[in-house]
T-cell receptor, first 113, second 113 residues
Framework: NAGVTQTPKFRILKIGQSMTLQCTQD?????MYWYRQDPGMGLKLIYY???????DKGEVPNGYNVSRSTTEDFPLRLELAAPSQTSVYFC????????????FGPGTRLTVL | EDQVTQSPEALRLQEGESSSLNCSYT??????LFWYRQDPGKGPEFLFT???AGEEKEKERLKATLTKKESFLHITAPKPEDSATYLC??????????????FGQGTTLQVKP
């Protein structure tokens, strides 16, 4: 199993541009999550999904959108990128319930200039 | 407000010099406490989950313990390959169905040969 994979690894955006961060898991996990990690700060939850077709906001959802059309994929969309969205983004998944261990992908480092 | 604080922020050890990392938490009710290891440029890697006070778990040179207010990650006779940032996260009962993890800011451990 590849686990949780994310693409791209790095990206530089100009202010106002849009992009989609891709996340795929091959573990047949129900739950998927998007976090952002800023220097010196803990990871913050952006959005989560309990299964295909079901998504909801986390702690810091403003400026982001998600969709979950399949069990495997959970893309994160940035519309009108702003410098405040410069961060490292991690996708994670957990098996069956919200209490199960979350397994993380390798991350996408995004810079908005 | 649910909160997680890790100390120290950084720790330098000589190879073989045992020590402990601290994770203090304030939550309305603890559903689980998670320890992760994060290497530079990589995603968090799962180490342990602890659910109730008095619980202990071990893996190689690492041992995690839990009380009602804090968790310790004990590192016995560390090696240079143990150098990494160690993240603590809690899941509160109040998180409901979200699976939301509240992360501390991490402790960066450097083990010198």
């Amino acid at each position: 199993n590849a686990g949780v994979t994310q693409t791209p690894k790095f990206r530089i955006l100009k202010i106002g541009q849009s992009m989609t961060l891709q996340c795929t898991q091959d573990m047949n996990h129900n739950y998927m999550y998007w976090y952002r990690q800023d220097p010196g700060m803990g990871l913050k939850l952006i959005y989560y999904s309990v299964g295909a077709g079901i998504t909801d906001k986390g702690e810091v959802p403003n400026g982001y959108n998600v969709s979950r059309s399949t069990t495997e994929d959970f893309p994160l969309r940035l519309e009108l990128a702003a410098p405040s969205q410069t961060s490292v983004y991690f996708c994670a998944s957990s098996y069956l319930t919200s209490s199960d261990t979350q397994y993380f992908g390798p991350g996408t480092r995004l810079t908005v200039l | 407000e649910d909160q997680v604080t890790q100390s120290p922020e950084a720790l330098r050890l000589q190879e073989g010099e045992s020590s402990s990392l601290n994770c203090s938490y304030t939550v309305s009710g603890l559903r689980g406490l998670f320890w992760y290891r994060q290497d530079p440029g990589k995603g968090p890697e799962f180490l342990f989950t602890l659910y109730s006070a008095g619980e202990e778990k071990e893996k190689e040179r690492l041992k995690a313990t839990l009380t009602k207010k804090e968790s310790f990650l004990h590192i016995t006779a560390p090696k240079p390959e143990d150098s990494a940032t160690y993240l603590c996260a809690v899941q509160a009962v109040g998180s409901g169905n979200t699976g939301k993890l509240i992360f501390g800011q991490g402790t960066t451990l450097q083990v010198k040969p």
